[in-house]
């Protein structure tokens, strides 16, 4: 049977990742795992207020409540096993964008990213995987997380499969599935998108505060850079974890100022911020 997931609350986008038996009451079956991606109608403020899920089958329910990451190697693991919270949500597009991971702790100039994967339009993605931040840590991360892309950009596509030790061509070889002429162009498009500057930046995290959200929005609306700023909560069930996800901030989502056309220049702000930091 399929499960389904009651909210109770305010509600909104979200989306939930089961693993292990459908069936309410049954066990975990004992080898593999099985996922199941639900898309319910609107996103779960019940989870950051911290009220409970309500999980039901046919007659049958459930009640779970949410249950914090151990640490961010955790959240980082989630994410590296389930690429598709990492998909864009976007209807009016026919084509589907398949996600292939690349590396963990890459070494850039400007520090260590946590996590680099690659999508089927060659498109680099950066992501930062982070637990609940105070202030000033939230300020930092914003500077840091755009440095890391900064610095990303700046490498040719031989330097970061260099970097990355090989493993970019092995996740353009699985998003190619053995086409060779598929790879070449995969190969070319990364390359392309490199020297135009072009990669996406993913700030994943447990909680974000509303100045975070904030600083984000303001970045998608009013510059080039390609921004999210995504939750991830997790709920401990018998049939495995529940995670749910929500994207907070996404240029793809947000309304851009009406008038002349955005310059493709860094925003004066903005540099100051990363030069603070640095």
């Known amino acids: 049977g399929v499960a389904s997931a009651l909210w109770h609350g305010p509600l909104s986008l979200a989306a939930l990742l089961f693993w292990g038996s459908w069936d309410i009451?049954?066990?975990?079956?004992?080898?593999?795992h099985k996922e199941l991606l639900l898309t319910m109608a609107s996103p779960t403020?019940?989870?950051m207020d911290g009220m409970p899920v309500l999980i039901r089958r046919n007659s049958t329910s459930a009640c779970v409540s949410s249950s914090a990451f151990l640490n961010?190697?955790?959240?980082?693991?989630?994410?590296?096993e389930c690429r598709e919270l990492l998909q864009q949500d976007d209807r009016s597009q026919n084509e589907v964008i398949n996600i292939e991971f690349v590396a963990s702790q890459i070494y850039l100039e400007a520090g260590r990213l946590d996590l680099l994967f690659v999508d089927s339009n060659g498109l680099p993605i950066a992501v930062e995987a982070k637990l609940a931040l105070n202030d000033e840590a939230r300020r930092i991360?914003?500077?840091q997380a755009i440095d890391y892309l900064s610095a990303l950009t700046e490498l040719t596509v031989d330097e970061l499969n260099n970097a990355v030790e090989q493993k970019l061509e092995g996740a353009l070889m699985r998003l190619a599935k053995g086409d060779d002429e598929l790879f070449d162009h995969l190969w070319d498009c990364v390359a392309t998108n490199l020297?135009?500057?072009?990669?996406?930046?993913?700030?994943?995290?447990?909680d974000a505060p509303a100045s975070l959200e904030r600083i984000f929005r303001f970045l998608a609306k009013n510059s080039s850079l390609d921004v999210q700023l995504m939750t991830l909560q997790r709920y401990?069930?018998?049939l495995g974890d529940v995670i749910v996800p929500q994207m907070r901030v996404s240029p793809a989502t947000e309304r851009r100022p009406v008038g002349p056309?955005?310059?493709t220049e860094t925003p004066k702000q903005l540099l100051a911020v990363?030069?603070?930091y640095n």
């Open 25 to 32: 009451g049954a066990q975990p079956p004992s080898t593999g």
């Open 45 to 47: 403020q019940c989870a």
């Open 72 to 80: 961010e190697a955790e959240l980082e693991r989630l994410l590296t």
């Open 141 to 143: 991360v914003v500077a």
């Open 195 to 206: 020297r135009a500057g072009k990669a996406r930046l993913v700030v994943a995290l447990d």
């Open 236 to 238: 401990k069930t018998d």
């Open 261 to 263: 056309p955005r310059t």
């Open 274 to 276: 990363v030069d603070a």
